[in-house]
């Protein structure tokens, strides 16, 4: 029995008219880091949503089929269920951060406090979770005197403290320069190699050919293409789509052409790129 | 950045000790009893033996006096000034002034209320410089006040100054493409329009995903929520508590048996 099973989702946001999510079959199991990718308006972020429960719980509209997650039944359980096992973080770390609470600190222990985690419990958890995003060292600050990336790691705090088995991240790096990017890359694949469920939208090709064990490509609300990270990412189907393509597949793709490229494989990162060119 | 978004002065004193709501009840006693004590002299005397003891009981008084001597006694005196000379009371004249009279009533009556707006003004900075929003929130929501009106109060407090920064940001843009933000009034509140729909549609946009990740926080789940930090409720708050409402009960009791 898969961690993650949609069968046959279809999603229609209410007052519209066409479906985002059309007929989506997925199975994830756990402890599986998959990434998915596809152009705007593709149906990622709705696919979040429907993973963690705020589709149809939060935003209503018209569902078909059926979401099973850590072995609760979409259509079965509330949205405070699911929020217990299912974390979800995105883009704009400024609309993150709760507003609620003064200090660091103390906005990672808004959600225990939600929950009603004993006080003796918190304080310990809340310093166990900083440690493990390494901002121990900003308890202390308001959460709005922080830089982006560190706004989006104190998001990202906040949901892991409460201990979800899946995460969900919608494109959390998309609005970071490249060291925030990195701050927050570093704390998802610390969680993904601790065995936690992942499934992350993303657009850094390399860093997904590096880290995801599974990629899944969307287009208008359905399912393109789905398999390793290499496969995916270096497949013509992409190219063909209007799909972002890592600049080393692309030139590596004229180059094949041109027959410079003398591999069977394109590549998606930097080393895999020079290691073709050296033959 | 805004580090500091509340007047919250962090200190050690007997007051900061005490429960958020026993200070909310002694800010009320304070207003309540100043407007109903028929005694002409209990703002006065309130401010010499409460507001400003407590001010230095509560370690707050130069904070405290900051903001008395910008914000309430301007208000105050010019409340003072209106009072004295457009109060139609009495007979004393005491001088005139073109065709506006101050009498010896007036100037009574003006005293009082300016002292009456002073001590209501000042118990609230008061309560503001030695209570914690967020353990005022949490203490009322623990007494059952609804979170999410908790909620609204202290975003609102924090949210205010980015919607403000946000409008500078917007307005910047704007004057890049030639705005014209710095000539007569009336022109400026015309050139102001166009940037409130950006502002509050912008503004809009947001709610839906601050309300999803508080939300994914757990923010409306029916459990009973905990609270990060131990709120103090003693014997003495308790006892402070009876006792400041049964001298407002006094009070207003007073006020009606005499009138």
């Known amino acids: 029995m898969a961690f993650i099973n949609l069968q046959n989702i279809t999603y229609k ?46 935003f209503k509209g018209e569902i078909s089929g059926s979401i099973e997650v850590a072995g609760m039944e979409s259509s079965k359980s509330t949205l405070d269920e699911w929020v217990l096992n299912v974390g979800l973080a995105f883009q704009n770390p400024f ?37 493990l995003t390494d901002i121990t060292n900003l308890a202390d600050r308001s959460p709005y005197s922080l830089s982006g990336g560190q706004q989006q790691r104190v998001a990202l705090t906040s949901i892991l403290v409460m201990q979800p088995k899946l995460l969900v991240l919608d494109e959390p790096t998309s609005q970071m320069d490249p060291i925030g990017t990195r701050e927050v890359f570093g704390v998802v694949r610390r969680m993904a190699e601790e065995g936690m469920t992942v499934v992350m939208v993303e657009h850094k090709m390399e860093w997904i050919a590096n880290f995801a064990d599974r990629v899944i490509a969307l287009k208008d609300g359905q399912i393109l293409m789905e398999g390793k990270p290499n496969e995916v990412l270096t497949s013509d189907i992409l190219a063909e789509n209007g799909f972002g393509i890592s600049r080393y597949t692309s030139t590596a793709r004229e180059a094949k052409r041109q027959g410079f490229w003398k591999k069977e494989n394109l590549p998606v990162t930097l080393d895999e790129a020079v290691e073709g060119f050296k033959l | 950045m805004h580090e500091r978004l509340s007047f919250y002065v962090k200190r050690n004193s007997v007051i900061h000790d005490l429960n958020p709501l026993t200070k909310v009840i002694l800010t009320l006693a304070l207003i309540l009893i100043a407007f109903s004590s028929p005694w002409y002299w209990t703002p006065h005397l309130q401010v010499l033996i409460a507001i400003i003891p407590l001010g230095f009981v509560g370690k707050v008084a130069p904070e405290f006096f900051k903001t008395a001597i910008r914000l309430i006694l301007p208000a105050a005196g010019f409340l003072f000034l209106m009072q004295a000379f457009f109060q139609p009371i009495g007979q004393d004249v005491i001088f005139k002034f073109y065709f506006l009279d101050v009498t010896q009533e007036s100037l009574m009556f003006a005293f009082r209320s300016s002292m009456r707006v002073f001590v209501m003004v000042s118990a609230f900075t008061f309560l503001l410089l030695t ?7 949490s203490d009322l929501t623990r007494r059952g006040l609804p979170g999410q009106f908790a909620y609204v109060i202290i975003s609102t407090l924090q949210i205010l100054p980015q919607m403000q920064a946000k409008a500078q940001t917007i307005i910047s843009a704007q004057r890049s493409r030639g705005l014209d933000t710095e000539s007569s009034f ?72 005499l009138s």
């Open chain 1, 13 to 58: 946001y209410p007052l519209t008219k066409t479906s985002v999510l059309k007929s989506i079959n997925l199975q994830i199991n756990e402890g599986e880091f998959v990434a998915v990718i596809g152009p705007n308006g593709a149906g990622k972020s709705t696919l979040c949503y429907a993973l963690a429960g705020f589709v149809p719980h939060f």
């Open chain 1, 95 to 131: 609309n993150q951060i709760s507003g609620a609470k003064y200090t660091v600190f103390e906005e990672i222990a808004f959600g225990l406090e939600n929950n009603g985690v004993p006080r003796a419990e918190i304080r310990p958890r809340v310093e166990e979770a900083m440690k």
């Open chain 2, 131 to 137: 209570t914690h929003p967020s353990e005022l929130m």
């Open chain 2, 186 to 257: 009336l022109k400026r509140m015309g050139s102001l329009s166009p940037l409130i729909g950006p502002l509050v549609f912008g503004s809009l946009a947001e709610v839906e995903e601050r309300a999803i990740a508080i939300e994914a926080r757990g923010f409306t789940s029916k459990k009973t929520k905990t609270s990060l930090h131990e709120i103090p409720d003693t014997h003495f708050d308790r006892l402070m508590r009876w006792t400041l409402s049964i001298l407002v009960i006094i009070s207003i009791a007073l006020n009606l048996w």
